[in-house]
């Protein structure tokens, strides 16, 4: 493992480092630096254009499409100093991370021409339609359909689980295009407009009083014959490309979250004197030992990458499933541990209905006043759904068992 970056590297890091300081907020390296929620929402909708005119959203794509065509490395270099000054680097999540690439990989230039404009400028915003009632693990079980009517696609179904269905301009969902198929065949991967008739969403609301999933109804809604990406019936080998992009990480940044969230719940341990509690020591020392592994994994997967010493394709995906294993039972137990640390107070909602915080890797924390959850227990709440979405800690494990230690796959049940 190489721990040492090029010169040139280093160079474009001070370019950003340079831009950053010109472009965020004054104040906000000096510690206590904080923004009220209307001045963050203020400067959340100024940042994106910035981030856009400096050429900083999906930089690592070709140039004709948008980006600024970074090499790997000075992708890497971006995202670390971003993350070193914990500014935001993406308009839209599922725009910029899933359906993005998964256009450039897969869609035809005219698709591309029409949508990859709007995810740069984050002028649309996207969800994502696969889990169903009983699809979900099992995705290849989906029964949403979609029937071709002249020029237009009808889709009729639901959909459930879909994280911002109720802000999104567009959903990228997989329909049964083709009923006689096997399970496998016969899928088409969509890109739906929300915003008509014959879609319904529901939001999903949840005991801390957030509501980012939601469920959606399909009645006869439409979209043009020509918005299939990767051909009509070949919609799981596109999915797969999107779950692959879902299941990736930053390589060397994605531990610092934890890191940095790991250091409070030390904080706090030594504050409430839990510190003192050698069990509890042992599971702080344990969790610092995980971030640390998070930390030397995401080095070596990038040494790998430049050196083109990177596993086979089959073996990198089951890389991918490995480290979202690893990290989200890893942050599933720091939090238990975290309310542990916590003791009473850890039972009582001690947050206030107008708490507006940022949440790493969660996202925006709004208080309720009937259920106000403190951002700690936001997290702790939020940490149990990270070992399911994106494929389960233990569908993850099946994909290790199968493509790395050449375990027999799963029996089949017939006819499937
Ligand atoms: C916060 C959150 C956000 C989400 N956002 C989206 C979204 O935007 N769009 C979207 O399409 N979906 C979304 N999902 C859905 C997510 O992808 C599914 O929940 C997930 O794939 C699991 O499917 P399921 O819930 O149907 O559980 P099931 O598949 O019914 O699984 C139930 C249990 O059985 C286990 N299990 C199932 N099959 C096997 C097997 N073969 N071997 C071993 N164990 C097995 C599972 O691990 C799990 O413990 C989201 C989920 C969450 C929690």
Same mark, same amino acid.
């Not at 030390?266 to 610092?288: F, K, M, N, S, W």
């Given at each position: 493992?190489?721990?040492?970056?090029?010169?040139?590297?280093?160079?474009?890091?001070? *370019?950003?480092?340079?831009?950053?300081? *010109?472009?965020?907020?004054?104040?906000?390296? *000096?510690?206590?630096?904080?923004?009220?929620?209307? #001045?963050?929402?203020?400067?959340?909708?100024?940042?994106?254009?910035?981030?856009?005119?400096?050429?900083?959203?999906?930089?690592?794509?070709?140039?004709?499409?948008?980006?600024?065509?970074?090499?790997?490395?000075?992708?890497?270099?971006?995202?670390? #100093?971003?993350?070193?000054?914990?500014?935001?680097?993406?308009?839209?999540?599922?725009?910029?991370?899933?359906?993005?690439?998964?256009?450039?990989?897969?869609?035809?230039?005219?698709?591309?021409?029409?949508?990859?404009?709007?995810?740069?400028?984050?002028?649309?915003?996207?969800?994502?339609?696969?889990?169903?009632?009983?699809?979900?693990?099992?995705?290849?079980?989906?029964?949403?359909?979609?029937?071709?009517?002249?020029?237009?696609?009808?889709?009729?179904?639901?959909?459930?689980?879909?994280?911002?269905?109720?802000?999104?301009?567009?959903?990228?969902?997989?329909?049964?295009?083709?009923?006689?198929?096997?399970?496998?065949?016969?899928?088409?991967?969509?890109?739906?407009?929300?915003?008509?008739?014959?879609?319904?969403?529901?939001?999903?609301?949840?005991?801390?009083?957030?509501?980012?999933?939601?469920?959606?109804?399909?009645?006869?809604?439409?979209?043009?014959?020509?918005?299939?990406?990767?051909?009509?019936?070949?919609?799981?080998?596109?999915?797969?490309?999107?779950?692959?992009?879902?299941?990736?990480?930053?390589?060397?940044?994605?531990?610092?979250?934890?890191?940095?969230?790991?250091?409070?719940?030390?904080?706090?341990?030594?504050?409430?004197?839990?510190?003192?509690?050698?069990?509890?020591?042992?599971?702080?020392?344990?969790?610092?030992?995980?971030?640390?592994?998070?930390?030397?994994?995401?080095?070596?997967?990038?040494?790998?990458?430049?050196?083109?010493?990177?596993?086979?394709?089959?073996?990198?995906?089951?890389?991918?499933?490995?480290?979202?294993?690893?990290?989200?039972?890893?942050?599933?137990?720091?939090?238990?541990?975290?309310?542990?640390?916590?003791?009473?107070?850890?039972?009582?909602?001690?947050?206030?209905?107008?708490?507006?915080?940022?949440?790493?890797?969660?996202?925006?924390?709004?208080?309720?006043?009937?259920?106000?959850?403190?951002?700690?227990?936001?997290?702790?709440?939020?940490?149990?759904?990270?070992?399911?979405?994106?494929?389960?800690?233990?569908?993850?494990?099946?994909?290790?068992? #199968?493509?790395?230690?050449?375990?027999?796959?799963?029996?089949?049940?017939?006819?499937?």
């Amino acid at each position: 493992m190489d721990l040492t970056y090029p010169p040139e590297a280093e160079e474009f890091r001070v *370019e950003i480092r340079r831009w950053l300081e *010109e472009h965020l907020p004054q104040g906000w390296f *000096e510690p206590g630096f904080a923004m009220g929620p209307d #001045e963050r929402a203020e400067f959340v909708k100024g940042w994106n254009d910035q981030l856009f005119e400096g050429g900083w959203i999906c930089a690592t794509w070709p140039t004709e499409y948008g980006g600024k065509g970074l090499t790997t490395m000075q992708g890497v270099v971006l995202n670390e #100093e971003f993350a070193r000054a914990g500014a935001p680097l993406r308009g839209d999540f599922f725009g910029d991370t899933l359906v993005g690439p998964t256009i450039l990989q897969w869609a035809s230039e005219e698709q591309k021409q029409q949508f990859l404009p709007g995810i740069l400028q984050g002028r649309i915003a996207w969800c994502q339609g696969f889990s169903e009632p009983e699809a979900g693990s099992d995705l290849a079980s989906l029964k949403t359909r979609a029937v071709l009517d002249g020029d237009e696609w009808v889709i009729n179904g639901q959909k459930v689980w879909t994280t911002q269905a109720q802000h999104a301009d567009y959903i990228f969902l997989l329909a049964r295009t083709d009923p006689d198929a096997p399970k496998h065949a016969g899928i088409s991967y969509l890109l739906v407009p929300m915003r008509q008739e014959g879609v319904e969403v529901r939001p999903i609301v949840q005991p801390d009083g957030s509501a980012e999933f939601n469920e959606v109804f399909f009645t006869n809604a439409r979209c043009p014959r020509g918005n299939v990406v990767g051909g009509v019936n070949n919609g799981w080998a596109v999915a797969m490309t999107t779950l692959g992009f879902e299941r990736g990480t930053s390589a060397t940044t994605s531990h610092r979250r934890f890191q940095k969230e790991l250091e409070g719940i030390v904080e706090r341990a030594q504050a409430t004197g839990r510190a003192a509690d050698p069990l509890v020591r042992q599971e702080l020392a344990r969790a610092y030992s995980k971030v640390k592994i998070m930390e030397i994994n995401g080095l070596r997967s990038l040494t790998g990458v430049l050196t083109g010493t990177s596993p086979a394709e089959s073996y990198r995906g089951a890389l991918g499933a490995t480290n979202k294993m690893f990290w989200s039972e890893y942050h599933r137990d720091v939090m238990e541990l975290a309310i542990d640390i916590l003791g009473m107070e850890g039972q009582i909602l001690t947050g206030t209905a107008d708490t507006d915080e940022y949440v790493p890797g969660y996202g925006r924390h709004r208080g309720r006043p009937d259920y106000p959850v403190s951002v700690t227990q936001a997290a702790f709440f939020f940490s149990r759904s990270e070992t399911i979405w994106g494929g389960t800690a233990q569908i993850q494990r099946n994909i290790v068992g #199968e493509r790395v230690l050449g375990l027999p796959k799963e029996p089949k049940v017939a006819g499937q």
